[in-house]
């Protein structure tokens, strides 16, 4: 790898970190900016035939971040034919997983991350592939894998706001409300900016005659970041938040 293309990566994952913690502090249009600055100099840096895997893989990252799911594929592919660890090499099979998914080919992101499943167990592969199930359980009408699948995660870890929030709307989508409630208000007691559990908490709300509360969570939702992977939009929250001005 050259030294102006690895100068360029070393930018890059700089200011996609940076972009990280500002989005994590809800400075939204900060963390925009410092995440274009990353994918600019992430794209300059995999020019270099000899780009390491370790800038390829975190570019697919924050492609999939922007829903450039099929270009974070191609990334992720030309990354797993690289000498790495056994360890990035599950996280990559992850990302590759999510990306399947995200593109319409659900069945083969499930397979995917089973396999991955086999040999790393954490709440990331927890969250991702308990979702998956969901939203494959939600096509056939069978809950079974699903339910099964979440309730290990959540014996995986009962604090982990992703899988609290995924037991919530497989609750939801079974037609239980007050069980999917109840999660939902566990992963906002633990993580009170994840902006899918503030939509579907701020439903259920406004369907109880909250509407202070809920209004006040949309509103929370709106100033916060809505990337690709999460599983509501902006223009979900909006769409309610003006009903419920109406």
């Not at 709300?205 to 509501?232: D, H, I, M």
């Amino acid at each position: 790898m050259s030294i102006l293309s690895e100068l360029k990566g070393r930018k890059a994952y700089m200011d996609h970190v940076d972009g990280n913690r500002l989005s994590d502090a809800g400075k939204v249009e900060q963390a925009a900016a410092k995440y274009q600055a990353a994918l600019e100099n992430y794209a300059k840096a995999a020019e270099d035939k000899a780009c390491k895997s370790n800038y390829l893989t975190a570019y697919s990252v924050l492609l999939m971040r922007y829903r450039r799911f099929e270009e974070a594929m191609e990334i992720l592919r030309r990354a797993d034919k690289m000498p790495m660890g056994k360890q990035d090499k599950l996280n990559l099979r992850v990302n590759y997983a999510i990306c399947q998914w995200k593109t319409g080919r659900l069945d083969a992101g499930i397979e995917l991350m089973k396999s991955v499943f086999n040999d790393l167990k954490n709440s990331v592969v927890y969250g991702s592939l308990g979702y998956m199930l969901i939203e494959k359980a939600t096509q056939t009408g069978d809950f079974t894998e699903a339910l099964a699948f979440n309730q290990e995660a959540y014996d995986y870890d009962d604090e982990d706001a992703v899988v609290l929030d995924n037991l919530g709307q497989l609750y939801l989508r079974m037609g239980d409300k007050e069980k999917a409630l109840g999660y939902f208000e566990r992963a906002h007691e633990e993580k009170p900016k994840q902006v899918d559990t503030l939509y579907y908490l701020a439903r259920l709300y406004s369907e109880q005659g909250k509407t202070a509360e809920a209004k006040e969570l949309l509103e929370t939702a709106l100033r916060g970041n809505f990337s690709a992977l999460c599983t509501t939009t902006r223009e979900m929250s909006q769409e309610l938040y003006d009903s419920l001005r109406a």
